[in-house]
């Protein structure tokens, strides 16, 4: 029995159907999140092998409130607490689940959590299991944010925001954190695609802006992009910390994250800070080829790119593939409308890069 047959057939009517396409690891890769080509090192490989075939154990077997919780998760959390400025660290499965864990956990009947139109699918999905009030704010929209805080009467207000969109390629306002310190919100920054990208020391965008965290901040992340790993953490106060560990289902009731995966991330954290000057020029070259070829200003390493509609969006990124190039055709309803999502990242060429630009620039609405 097919008995999902009509809403597959108007998907595919509507150009809006997916498919997994095996890949090819040959080819030039513009698409995935794998900013800083971590994902192709092969010396932060070995020391992961190296390092954990040193333990007895090299998986968690279990949830960290049981006996999972190994001295591998916990040098890794003390790691991103120094490196970003915060008091405590909880590692979890993915950056999914954190977004998932923290919303479903800190916004309580009688809260209201104002969350950014255009935040990640995972938050929005958090939203329909809460018993708090949800508003959503127009998009890195500061003015409508604040009237929205200032008529609040919830117990608590909660604000949730990326530092970087991931389909619109732009930096958080920087006015609506200090928004959200005046009304004394508590800020959740989903950092997936500004954490090993933005800021002087590449941690993201408290580092960009020189943000002092404060009690009322909480950093999400994801391993699964600029660490070149999988998995995902979220770095916050003592007090929240503890919190979570008590309420989050998904850390309670979830095998805590892989060790390989951990201790992955924590080399490729390593790796950042210690080439972060160079890492940022390399980061600065490939905006530079962007803005020259597309017309695109990165402020972090995504260029999203209107196209007109969704076969044609379809129709660049097949004749891309054609030419050995990966670019992301993301079409509605992840989007508006279609955009070509090109990533800038690490580990191709500048002539690459130079080509696509210019291919996609011929479709580019103006
Ligand atoms: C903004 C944002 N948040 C969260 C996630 C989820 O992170 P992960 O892939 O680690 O589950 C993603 C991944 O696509 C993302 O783009």
Redesign the pocket.
């Known amino acids: 029995m097919h008995f999902y047959e009509h809403e597959l057939r108007a998907l595919k009517r509507a150009n809006r159907f997916r498919e997994r396409i095996c890949r090819d690891d040959t080819g030039v890769d513009l698409a995935s999140n794998d900013y800083l080509a971590l994902a192709h090192s092969k010396p932060l490989l070995e020391a992961t092998c190296k390092i954990l075939s040193s333990y007895r154990t090299h998986a968690p077997k279990a949830s960290m409130l049981v006996n999972g919780y190994h001295p591998i998760h916990r040098a890794f959390e003390k790691a991103l607490c120094e490196a970003n400025g915060f008091e405590e660290g909880l590692i979890l499965g993915?950056?999914?689940s954190a977004?998932l864990a923290l919303i479903e956990a800190l916004a309580r009947r009688g809260d209201t959590l104002f969350i950014d139109e255009k935040f990640?699918a995972?938050g929005m999905l958090a939203t329909r299991v809460i018993e708090a009030n949800t508003v959503r704010f127009e998009h890195n929209c500061a003015e409508h944010l604040e009237r929205l805080l200032k008529a609040s009467t919830a117990t608590r207000n909660i604000v949730v925001v990326?530092g970087v969109y991931?389909m619109q390629g732009d930096l958080l306002n920087r006015e609506i954190i200090d928004i959200a310190n005046h009304y004394g919100a508590i800020l959740i920054v989903?950092e997936?695609?500004s954490s090993g990208v933005v800021g002087a020391r590449l941690m993201g965008i408290f580092d960009l802006y020189g943000i002092t965290v404060a009690s009322n901040h909480i950093k999400m992340g994801?391993l699964?992009k600029a660490y070149g790993s999988f998995g995902?953490y979220i770095l916050a106060s003592h007090h929240i910390i503890t919190y979570l560990i008590n309420r989050a289902k998904p850390v309670i009731y979830a095998t805590a994250l892989s060790l390989f995966d951990t201790l992955l991330g924590h080399q490729a954290l390593q790796y950042i800070l210690s080439h972060a000057q160079i890492l940022n020029e390399e980061i600065d070259r490939r905006r530079r080829i962007v803005c020259e070829y597309l017309g695109v200003e990165m402020p972090a390493l995504i260029a999203a790119v209107p196209i007109g509609s969704n076969t044609e969006a379809l129709h660049i990124k097949e004749a891309l593939q054609r030419e050995g190039i990966t670019v992301g055709a993301i079409r509605p309803p992840t989007v508006d409308t279609a955009i070509i999502r090109l990533i800038a990242r690490l580990g191709e060429s500048d002539e690459r890069l130079q080509f696509t630009c210019k291919f996609i620039n011929n479709f580019q609405v103006k």
Do not use: R
């Open positions: 993915s950056g999914f977004n990640h995972s990326e991931s989903d997936a695609h994801t699964g995902g």
